[in-house]
Structures are given as structure tokens and as C-alpha cells.
């Protein structure tokens, strides 16, 4: 079957348009068959360098008078037609150049560019002068049409405009776009669009990178896409030249406007009435009868005089009648109480009732063998005190699947639990309030916390947009970030994650641009200033996590790590050898790609630590490693981790493989401490009862401990306050009594040993989503 083209267009609309912009967009598809076949269709782009009224009046001019000189003049062909009407719309220019305000460049040529395309058929001819540009799709490849005058725009003297003529096929896509939007967007943003995207959903995604990307000024853009259609399809209802008689074949009214609309509305709304009427009677009517015939009647009036005996046997039988009714109530009646009547025997008991008072009742025993001898079980004999609490632990769980009431199994469950944790080497932790926002700082929302360069505490407060600085000795809290600030670099937009590096302090907002703060000195004072780094504004929303690597603490000098779900990778950029950004192209991490859409938290220190999808893993270098499975699985089954920390050396610096790491498990909300050396359990950290809980804890950062055998110091932010927590037991002492206490015992693993003089490396950092803080280390 022979088959035609079928064009799908693409645009800005005016409504997309930015308020600045000055190009015009004209689309001419002639409807008439004659004018389709000789000038076909007409896509036109005006641009201009410069924004402003005069600009966009001067644009409108020029598409106007292309359009109309060019669908006029049938003297010549399409290719002499273009010429023409191009260096006539150049001369209109130049005789209103003053009155347009249109300056000149040094060469003469004015800010006026003209990208203009004509569709006849097959056949597809393209033409470009000054800041306009056209780009050609074919089988995915992009082709940018010859352009001998991209730098001379109208108005211009000696302008002659070369149009290019080619066969369009199924498939191709051509592009007219502002030559403005291509320098921020780039070909290759241009080509996917075009490609994958339908024509208009293909300009409104580059339009849209366009606007993100701070871009101003000429933003026009038209797209079009040939398909094959089938030639019996019918795309649209031609018009004829002229029009056949409007009236022909309509029935005859009268002279009176709307007499008879009127008349015949009234003779429906008549007939119905009246249908009605007779449906009501008739029913009515029927209504009526049916109650007559169900009234009773007369008998015949008898005229026989009844026997005597008759009389007798009727009776005999009526009194036969009523005694069988009287037998037959009085049978009923004493079924009835015999079985639903009797009263309950107390003595009788419920199986499942039966089963779990029996269990409730081991479990009661069970506990009793911990202190039967007036010694703490659980110090004496750990291995039998586990075996008792264990079994207690299953015969209450029978108990309450039972039906035992939970409230009743309460108290018991607490008793078993605090055994239990005091034999998992759970700590029990006490928290202080470091710093509480007051009210007057407005609707403040915690997310995360990380240690600066000058030993102060720094906070992401996305509530209000803000950056906050604690400083704990004079307890206050100073902005070194606020949203629409202006810095010496530009304008700052919303902040989305902060991490550290070396001894800045970073930060990426919700733009995606990325921020560096350098304290100087102790006294909060420092400089903000804007990191470039290339193709930040493309990584998208999905960007949760960031991380560093410190290769020179003193000069500044650290790896960016990106976790970006779109590349399926860990990105990593390198720094300047000046210190002034990052200007090379990001590369992988990983050694294969992988889904990263579910990492919560990075942690480096030559290896790369990461929670992803609430499990604890060690992404490179990959396989060997894996967190030790937690005693505690009787009464904690699962864990969700959300973020990894680990302190630094008491000298500032890291060592690869030895130390500690502090898993955040949100759904326990505890800290679990691991080995980084083979992944071994060490302890669980817990708040402790009666003190400031852990269930809106947002983020953490575990600080060096200074001196042999010194605790380690946590920091941790709710959604209004900062915290401060040193990792030791303070639960009180356990003593005999009729039930375990839950002060925790020694710990069950050994923690991991210090190396005498570990090795130190560069100092990196990294941070997590908002709701989660990590600190990772050099990779």
C-alpha cells in the first residue's frame, strides 16, 4: 500500500516561555489542498542576542513578514523563495533599525537570527541565519546542517542565506532551536531528547534543563518527527475553495426565530402530561378494586338446624385440638431448659485457656531458677542463666499466642528482656541535651550532624533552610548557611545534604549546586564560597548521600564521591591541583553497576562502607566481608540499618581495616558496634530507661576517644535538639532478687585491638541523606 508522511510537531508554548525571552515561533500547516502541494509546511524560529520588548517586536516582525511574502510569492521555487523573503525581512530591518533599537557587532551584522524550514512532500529545505540553529535526526544520528552565516545576524548588509535541501524519511527529526539554549544544554542533552522523546515532549524536557541551568534570555525551539501513515488514512477534513450553499437539504421553518423550537417543546412537555395522567388513574383505579375484592363476604345464609350430636363431636374434636397444643408447648419449654438452662460448672476450663496459664506459669518458674540459690544466675553461670531466660522467653511467647492477656505478660517480658540484654552485652546510655533550639528560631527540623575542622558540632536544619554552627561552650547556635543568602559567588538555594571535607565544611543544595565552608579560627567565623563542579546540575533529586577523600588535609585537596542512582554508580571527582574545583569528568567507583538507589550512608578509609537497603555491607573492596550475626535475634529478629560512623584516631588521621564501626539500626533504634576486621560483633548501645529516648534520633557522629580506654563520645541531633551521649553502661548494679535485673554484663566478644601506631592516612568524611549522618574515611 502506498504510504505518506505524517509530521509530529513539537514547541515551547507561550506559557513555558521565560518572561525575558524575545523569540517567536510561527507553524504554518495549509489546510488547502493547492497551497499544500506547491508551498507545503512552513516552520519557522525568529531569535535575538538580546532580551527586551524592542527585541521581541523586532522578532514578531521578521516571522511575520516571512510568513506572508513567502505563502505570496509563487514566482520562483522554494529554494529562490527563501532567499527572497530573507533578505527582504533584512532589509525591513535595516530601515527600522533605530526604531527597534537593534545595535550592531564590529562586523555589522545585527542580533536577529532566523531558522526556517519548509516540509513539501518528501522533500524538506532548511535554511539558518545568525543566533538560530538546526539540527538533523537520522537513525540516532545528530547532524548539524551547514550554517556559512551563524555569526551575521539581521539586520546585515551583503547577506546572501544558503538553503539546504534534502529527502525527508520515516524516521527523521529535525530541530530549530535557539542557538543561546544549545550553549547551556549541550548536543548531547539535545540528541537523547530528540531520540527517545516524543517532538514536544522532547522540547519540553530540553526547555526545562534549559531553565534549571540559571538560563535566560532566547529559549525558542521547534521539533518535528516523520511517521509513516497509510495513504487511506485520513488526517484531517479538507476545505474547500468555496463552500457549498450553508442551507441546502435543511427542512423548512418558519419566518418567526425560535417559533418552532417553542411550539414543539410544547407539544412534547402536553403529551407527556397527559401519558402521565392516564398512567395514575389507570394504577389508582386498580388500587381501589384490589381492595374491594380482598373485603369479606356474606356466606349463604343457612337454613339447616345442626344435630345434637353433631354439636358434640365438634366440640370433642376442639378440645382434642387444645390439649395437643398445651402437650406439644409444655415439651418445648422443657427441652428448652434442660439444655440451654443448666447453670455453668465452674470446674470446667478451656483448653486454650488450660495451655496458656500452664505456660504462663513456666515461664514464672523458669525466671524463679535465675536467684533460687540467692545468686544472680546471670553472673554466676551465664550459660544456664541463657538457657533459663530462653526457655521463660518461649513459654510466654505460647502464653500470649494463647490468649494470655499481653497486660498481664508485660511486666514478665520486661524481666526476661533486661536478663537477656545484661547477657548480649547491651549497654545501657545516657543522653544530655548539648543544645535546644528555642522558639524564636522558627519551624526547626533536624536531619544531620557532623564534626567540623574546629571541633564544633554543624547541623542541617531543612525546617529553616539553614546551616547552623553550635558553638557548646557559650551555648548558642550561629547561621554559617541560609537559604537565598548572597555570597561573593552568586545566590545560595535550599540546602539538601552537608559532609566534610578536610577542613571544609560542604554543602549541596536543592539545586545541586555545591557549597564550601572554611572555618577560620574557633570563633565561628569563615568564608562561603561555590565549588564548581561540572555536570553537578544534571545529577538530578535523587542524589541523597555525598562523600569525600582527603588526599592533603593542609592544602584542601579531597576526592568528591557522588552516590547517583541515574548512573546505577558511585561517581568520583578529582580535584585541581590549585585547589579551585573540580573540572574533569566524573568516573565509576565500583567495579559493575549496580542499583544504588537504597544507600542511606558511605563511610571510607581505603575501603567503602556503605548501608544500603537497611543492610550493612563493604562495597569495595567487595566480597570477604560481612557484619557478625547479633545474639539477640530471640527478641530481635530483624535490623534496619540507616547510617555508619566510625570515630577518628586520636591524632586526627584513619587507618584502613582497624577500628570500629557504629551502625545506626532505626527499627531497634540502637547503635550496634562491629570490628572493622572481619566484621565481629562488640556491643549494642540502647538509651537508657527513664532518660531522653532514641525514637526521633535523625542522625549521629561518633567522636575520638583521647586516652587508653576511654569511651567513646556521641553526638546526635532530634528533630529540635543537639545531644551529647558517652557510650558506657549506666544502668544500676544488678542484686539477687526474685527476677533479673536489666544492668548489663560483660560483653560477650572481644572488642577489636588497637594497633600500637596505627598508620595515618588522609582525613576524609561523608554525609547521608537528611535523615541519616555518616563520616567515611580516605578511599
Not at 563493604?618 to 547479633?630: D, E, I
Amino acid at each position: 500500500m502506498a504510504v505518506r508522511l505524517q509530521l509530529k510537531l513539537g514547541a515551547v508554548t507561550g506559557e513555558d516561555r521565560l518572561p525575558d525571552s524575545p523569540d517567536t515561533v510561527v507553524v504554518v500547516e495549509p489546510t488547502v489542498g493547492s497551497v499544500a502541494r506547491t508551498k507545503g509546511n512552513l516552520y519557522l524560529l525568529v531569535t535575538s542576542r538580546v532580551p527586551g520588548a524592542k527585541a521581541r517586536e523586532a522578532t514578531r516582525t521578521v516571522a511575520q513578514s516571512l510568513r506572508d511574502e513567502y505563502y505570496y510569492d509563487e514566482s520562483a521555487g522554494i529554494r529562490q523563495c527563501l532567499v527572497k523573503v530573507i533578505g527582504s525581512a533584512n532589509k525591513k530591518l535595516a530601515h527600522q533599525r533605530e526604531k527597534l533599537g537593534l545595535g550592531a557587532s564590529a562586523d555589522g551584522s545585527g542580533p536577529i537570527g532566523v531558522a526556517v524550514a519548509v516540509v513539501r512532500g518528501r522533500e524538506m529545505y532548511v535554511a539558518t541565519v545568525g543566533p538560530a540553529e538546526a539540527y538533523l535526526v537520522r537513525q540516532a544520528r545528530l547532524s548539524t546542517l551547514p550554517d556559512p552565516n551563524a555569526e551575521r545576524g539581521l539586520p546585515s548588509s551583503d547577506l546572501v542565506p544558503e538553503v539546504w535541501r534534502g529527502e525527508l524519511t520515516v524516521g527523521d527529526s529535525l530541530c530549530l532551536i535557539s542557538a543561546n539554549v544549545m550553549a547551556r544544554v549541550g548536543m548531547d542533552t539535545l540528541k537523547d531528547a530528540l531520540v527517545t522523546l516524543h517532538p514536544q515532549s522532547a522540547v519540553e524536557h530540553v526547555h526545562a534543563r534549559f531553565a534549571a541551568s540559571d538560563g535566560h534570555g532566547s529559549d525558542g525551539a521547534i521539533a518535528f518527527e516523520a511517521t509513516e501513515v497509510g495513504a487511506t488514512f485520513k488526517q484531517r477534513t479538507l476545505v474547500p475553495v468555496r463552500p457549498a450553499e450553508p442551507l441546502a437539504g435543511t427542512p423548512d421553518r418558519g419566518p418567526i426565530p425560535l417559533a418552532d423550537s417553542v411550539a414543539a417543546s410544547a407539544s412534547a412537555v402536553g403529551g407527556g402530561a397527559a401519558r402521565a395522567r392516564d398512567a395514575a388513574g389507570n394504577g389508582l383505579q386498580r388500587l381501589v378494586w384490589a381492595i374491594q375484592d380482598a373485603l369479606p363476604r356474606r356466606g349463604p345464609v343457612s337454613r339447616r338446624v345442626s344435630a345434637a350430636s353433631a354439636r358434640v363431636e365438634t366440640q370433642r374434636r376442639a378440645a382434642v385440638a387444645f390439649l395437643a397444643f398445651i402437650a406439644v408447648a409444655a415439651i418445648l419449654g422443657g427441652g428448652v431448659y434442660l439444655l440451654g438452662g443448666k447453670a455453668p460448672n465452674p470446674n470446667v476450663v478451656i483448653p486454650s485457656a488450660t495451655a496458656a496459664q500452664q505456660a504462663f506459669d513456666a515461664a514464672e518458674a523458669a525466671l524463679g531458677q535465675l536467684t533460687n540459690s540467692g545468686q544472680d544466675l546471670i553472673v554466676v553461670d551465664p550459660q544456664q542463666a541463657l538457657q533459663l531466660l530462653r526457655t521463660a522467653n518461649q513459654q510466654l511467647t505460647t502464653a500470649e499466642q494463647s490468649g494470655y492477656p499481653a497486660v498481664a505478660t508485660a511486666p514478665l517480658r520486661a524481666e526476661i528482656n533486661a536478663g537477656l540484654d545484661r547477657l548480649y552485652g547491651v549497654v545501657h546510655v545516657a543522653s544530655t541535651a548539648a543544645f535546644t533550639f528555642p522558639a524564636s528560631a522558627g519551624a526547626v527540623h533536624l536531619t544531620t550532624v557532623i564534626e567540623g575542622s574546629d571541633g564544633a558540632p554543624y547541623v542541617l536544619d531543612t525546617g529553616t533552610k539553614t546551616v547552623w554552627r553550635i558553638d557548646l561552650a557559650a551555648d548558642k547556635a550561629s547561621p554559617v548557611y541560609t537559604s537565598g543568602q548572597q555570597a561573593d559567588t552568586g545566590k545560595v538555594g535550599d540546602p539538601k545534604l552537608i559532609t566534610a571535607g578536610g577542613p571544609d565544611i560542604l554543602i549541596l543544595d536543592t539545586k545541586n549546586q555545591l557549597w564550601r565552608w572554611r572555618p577560620i579560627g574557633t570563633a565561628g567565623k569563615g568564608t562561603l564560597v561555590r565549588v564548581n563542579v561540572p555536570g553537578s546540575t544534571t545529577w538530578g533529586s535523587d542524589v541523597r548521600v555525598l562523600g569525600t577523600f582527603v588526599s592533603n588535609f593542609s592544602q584542601a585537596f579531597y576526592k568528591l564521591y557522588v552516590v547517583d542512582p541515574s548512573q546505577q554508580n558511585i561517581m568520583v571527582l578529582s580535584p585541581n591541583s590549585d585547589g579551585s574545583g573540580y573540572t574533569t569528568a566524573s568516573v565509576p567507583r565500583l567495579p559493575a553497576s549496580r542499583d544504588v538507589s537504597q544507600i542511606t550512608s558511605l563511610l571510607i578509609d581505603g575501603d567503602i562502607y556503605a548501608t544500603d537497603g537497611g543492610a550493612l555491607e563493604r562495597l569495595v573492596p567487595s566480597g570477604g566481608w560481612k557484619p557478625a550475626t547479633l545474639p539477640d535475634t530471640d527478641i530481635r529478629p530483624t535490623a534496619t540499618y540507616t547510617a555508619v560512623v566510625s570515630p577518628n584516631l586520636p591524632d586526627g588521621t584513619y587507618t584502613k581495616g582497624t577500628g570500629t564501626l557504629y551502625a545506626w539500626d532505626e527499627q531497634n533504634h540502637r547503635v550496634v558496634a562491629f570490628a572493622k576486621s572481619g566484621g565481629n560483633y562488640v556491643a549494642q548501645y540502647v538509651a537508657v530507661a527513664g532518660g531522653a529516648t532514641w525514637s526521633d534520633l535523625q542522625g549521629i557522629e561518633v567522636l575520638p576517644s583521647f586516652g587508653a580506654g576511654a569511651p567513646s563520645t556521641m553526638w546526635w541531633v532530634s528533630s529540635t535538639a543537639l545531644y551529647t551521649s558517652t557510650l558506657v553502661d549506666v544502668a544500676p548494679s544488678p542484686s539477687a532478687s526474685p527476677s533479673p535485673s536489666p544492668s548489663p554484663s560483660a560483653k560477650p566478644t572481644k572488642s577489636p585491638k588497637a594497633t600500637a601506631k596505627p598508620k595515618a592516612s588522609a582525613k576524609p568524611r561523608a554525609t547521608t541523606r537528611p535523615g541519616a549522618t555518616a563520616t567515611p574515611k580516605p578511599s
